[in-house]
């Protein structure tokens, strides 16, 4: 498996968010409005893509949330490459990468309608936190993090 750090702007990057987003809209439901305004991708500077041979197998990205903690966006593995690690590897590329950054933590939010994505967190060393920001409150929403100089 290789990795590409790339923007939002990648065309491979755009179709994997593009199935990710029907994804979430069948899972959230009516909700889906909610959440898709914070997960607009037109200016994510610190995009991955995950590639077996030529093909884009996996997603993920980084936007900065202040100075020290950056938060995980758009983490996406299509049906059938599941099951074979992709997503644990992107996960440690993008802590790996706002580590070169000079960035400390990663925080994010994912859904209790996606107990893969939760499973996923928790078996990489992330932690539940109170719902920050916008998820204050927001009673489907899970949010996690991860000091990275802990942990790596």
């Known amino acids: 498996m290789r990795f590409e750090r790339t923007d939002s702007q990648n065309p491979e990057f755009i179709?994997?968010?593009?199935?990710?987003?029907?994804?979430?809209?069948?899972?959230?439901?009516?909700?889906?409005?909610?959440?898709?305004?914070?997960?607009k991708i037109d200016s994510i500077r610190h995009a991955l893509l995950a590639f077996d041979g030529e093909e884009a197998v996996g997603c993920g990205a980084f936007k900065e949330f202040n100075d020290e903690i950056v938060e995980i966006k758009r983490m996406f593995v299509p049906d059938e490459q599941r099951g074979k690690g992709v997503a644990s590897k992107?996960?440690?590329?993008l802590e790996a990468w706002a580590l070169e950054l000079g960035y400390t933590t990663c925080i994010l939010e994912t859904g209790k309608r996606q107990p893969e994505a939760i499973a996923l967190y928790k078996k990489n060393g992330y932690e539940l936190i109170p719902n920050y920001g916008q998820y204050a409150g927001v009673e489907n929403s899970v949010c996690f993090q991860k000091v990275l100089l802990c942990s790596m």
């Open 90 to 93: 992107v996960l440690k590329e």
């Open 15 to 39: 179709q994997l968010v593009l199935q990710l987003d029907i994804e979430l809209a069948e899972r959230d439901g009516p909700e889906h409005g909610f959440y898709q305004q914070f997960n």
